[in-house]
């Protein structure tokens, strides 16, 4: 089975700066995508980005970006110019690419704070 | 376009009680899966359904039940509800649940068990 970990819970950023969350996860498989999901308070899950594992160019999405490293199993996401918009809690999420539906694994969460 | 359209909002009921919870998909959209959110255990998948199968489930007891209708809409049911039934329950729709395609997320039931 597969596993989902954040080791950060929260973290903070000044509005404008740069922060990284950190995601690594744990598969026996080679093909699979890789998500990030923001939950601000109106609880809707939103997508940020996307990375296919077959790619190894990182994906970037605006002021977002994320480093997927295959080998170590790390896909952190860097927001960049940080927004007051951007305070949620942030979630990775694993989807392999060989069954069928929509069964995503995701890990614990990270709440963002933006400080102005 | 409207969203994923989840009724109720908020929930309230007493343990041993049953409850039914609805999710329209976005129009098209023939994959609805359940997802439950807790404190304790985060995101949970729950089960999937494609044209009114059950494609997948995750690891929950039979009391979580599940169908999906015709139109597509999805009604989940937990019955003999547990304390630890409290939660947050998101509901998600794709077009056809294929690993490559974006998943739309509704707004979610609030569920409080008494």
């Known amino acids: 089975a597969q596993t989902v970990t954040q080791s950060q819970p929260e973290m903070s950023v000044q509005e404008a700066e740069t922060v990284t969350l950190s995601c690594t996860y744990d598969t026996s498989e080679s093909d699979y995508y890789l998500f990030w999901y923001k939950q601000p308070p109106s609880r809707q899950m939103i997508l940020v980005i996307r990375?296919?594992?077959?790619?190894?160019q990182n994906a970037t999405e605006n002021r977002f970006s994320v480093n997927f490293q295959k080998a170590a199993k790390s896909f952190s996401l860097k927001i960049s110019d940080s927004q007051l918009g951007d305070a949620a809690m942030y979630f990775c999420a694993y989807r392999s690419a060989h069954n069928a539906g929509n069964m995503l694994t995701f890990g614990g969460g990270t709440r963002l704070m933006v400080k102005p | 376009k409207a969203g994923v359209t989840q009724t109720p909002r908020y929930l309230i009921k007493t343990r041993g009680q049953q409850v039914t919870l609805s999710c329209s998909p976005i129009?098209?959209?023939?994959?609805v899966s359940w997802y439950q959110q807790t404190p304790g255990q985060g995101l949970q998948f729950l089960f999937e359904y494609f044209s009114e199968t059950q494609r997948n489930k995750g690891n929950f007891p039979g009391r979580f039940s599940g169908r999906q209708f015709s139109n597509s809409r999805s009604e989940m049911n937990v019955s003999t509800l547990e304390l630890g039934d409290s939660a947050l329950y998101l509901c998600?729709?794709?077009?056809?649940?294929?690993?490559?395609?974006?998943?739309?997320f509704g707004s979610g039931t609030q569920l409080s068990v008494l």
């Open positions: 990375q296919e594992a077959y790619k190894q």
């Open positions: 998600a729709s794709s077009l056809a649940g294929g690993s490559s395609e974006k998943l739309f």
């Open positions: 129009s098209g959209h023939r994959s």
